[in-house]
């Protein structure tokens, strides 16, 4: 007898329930957060919905939407050329196929977001994490959990900002620097509204975790929800952003693969 192929063995995986795939994305709508600028700034747009026709005399068999959004709302992919330190690498429609799967780790600092919403993640937690659970996965994602996706229904929670600008959690500026280029890691992944802190702004430089990871060719998927339905290791991650020609980035549907026993 023929062995089973690798497909077939995944499809019967999935069919049997010992693969379950779980959704990662944000339900993108018209109360789906965004970020916010300072207003000498340009702004993003809020997804909208434009009917075309619903089963009337516009169209009577059919019913369809034109949609507007900025290319960094809810649930999305960053690409390199988003920032100007990758301002001569990839848009979003030339980022490798092969590249939008890969493993991914799950880093789970939610108990330290919720006593301290700035909290910074430094090298030696991921170092420690390291100890615990192994390596940092070649050419795959970490993901930052911090229960911020029970946020994302307000604008207000989700943003967290007061006079003194936003405070979310994420990486420091070194551990941005280390994960990024001393790190086999092919990108970012984080429950808030961006890939950096809420205070990045100030730090040195700037949203370290947009200018080290965009500038040294790697991603940033943000917005991400059900993290805590992955385990440490093992999940595959499946990122799916619109081809979209000179594009920054791209609302994306992202799933993961979890082998169950």
């Not at 690409?79 to 429609?93: C, E, F, Q």
């Not at 990871?213 to 991650?237: H, I, R």
């Amino acid at each position: 007898m023929p062995q089973p192929s690798v497909l077939s063995a995944l499809l019967a995986g999935l069919q049997g329930g010992s693969i379950e795939v779980v959704d990662l994305t944000s339900p993108l709508s018209s109360t789906t957060p965004v970020i916010q600028l300072p207003p000498q700034f340009g702004q993003t747009q809020v997804f909208e919905l434009e009917e075309i026709s619903r089963y009337d005399d516009r169209g009577p068999a059919w019913y369809w939407n034109n949609f507007r959004s900025g290319e960094h709302t809810g649930t999305h992919f960053d690409a390199p050329v988003h920032w100007v330190t990758g301002k001569d690498l990839a848009d979003v429609a030339s980022v490798p196929v092969g590249r939008l799967i890969a493993p991914a780790v799950v880093l789970d600092f939610s108990e330290h977001a919720a006593k301290d919403p700035d909290f910074l993640v430094e090298v030696d937690h991921v170092k420690a994490w390291e100890a615990d659970n192994g390596p940092l996965p070649e050419g795959g994602w970490l993901l930052l959990r911090t229960g911020w996706d029970a946020r994302s229904q307000s604008q207000e929670a989700f943003l967290n900002a007061d006079e003194n600008g936003p405070h979310t959690p994420g990486l420091s500026a070194e551990c941005a620097r280390w994960v990024a280029e001393e790190t086999p890691v092919l990108g970012l992944g984080t429950e808030t509204v961006g890939t950096d802190a809420g205070r990045a702004h100030s730090f040195d430089p700037a949203f370290p975790c947009h200018s080290y990871f965009l500038g040294a060719d790697k991603y940033g998927l943000t917005q991400l929800q059900n993290l805590a339905s992955l385990p440490p290791t093992g999940a595959v991650v499946i990122a799916g952003p619109l081809p979209i020609v000179s594009g920054s980035g791209s609302p994306a549907r992202v799933l993961a693969l979890v082998e169950r026993s």
